[in-house]
């Protein structure tokens, strides 16, 4: 086995940092934190099967529940959290500094994702790079809401992973948004895949993770 994986906790900032931290054996000095949707938390077999992938190639890997899954165990985040789940996104970043040499990418699932883009956007300096996987482009059957009105103004590289079947955008719709970030950045879609990109119950897109990895390190070669 070539990483190790401990719980984390840093309850000196808030709001806190809570989660579980990969640590690779041999490590390049790059730091990776990641997130949850609405819906999960940082146990989700699809978040574990990145930070997994991340960390045997050398990376750190911070895995950790945003503020309000911190709060209650269940049910979705409310607009008035918002904010404060940034400033979690923000602390799990200065938290993990600590710990790598080099750079930091963040990046999350769904909300997690859109929220650490959002913090990225009001923080050029903060974030190296994002991994947005299942973006939220627009609610369910509501095309007309887009959610990119913060995409201009990220200055980070990007890499957005989105499954074909996503019913929160389509490969088009993000292909066009992706567009407004004047950053580098890339489009990896996933054959089939809904929002939970293959990872559902019991079935596990076992070569996702890895090509998640080479698409990242395209993005950044």
Known sequence: MSTTVESFSDLSVDPPVRGFLHRPVAANGDGLIFTHGAGGNCQGPFLIALAEAFAGAGFAVLRYNLPFRQARAFGPPR?????????GIRNSVLVLRQQVKRNVIAGGHSYG???????????????????????????????????????????????????TKDPFGSIAEIQAAVKLIPAKT????????????????????????????????????
């Open 113 to 163: 994702g859109r929220q650490t883009s959002m913090l990225a956007a009001d923080e050029p300096e903060l974030i190296q790079a994002l991994l947005l996987t299942s973006y939220p482009l627009h609610p369910p059957g509501k095309p007309d809401q887009l959610r990119t009105e913060h995409l201009p103004r990220i200055q980070a590289p990007a890499l957005f992973v989105e499954g």
């Open 79 to 87: 607009p008035s959290e918002a904010a404060r789940d940034r400033q």
């Open 186 to 221: 890339a489009l990896l879609p996933v054959a089939d895949a809904g929002h939970d990109l293959g990872f559902k119950g019991k079935s596990r897109n076992e070569e996702l993770p890895g090509k998640i990895l080479e698409a990242f390190r395209k993005l950044m070669s």
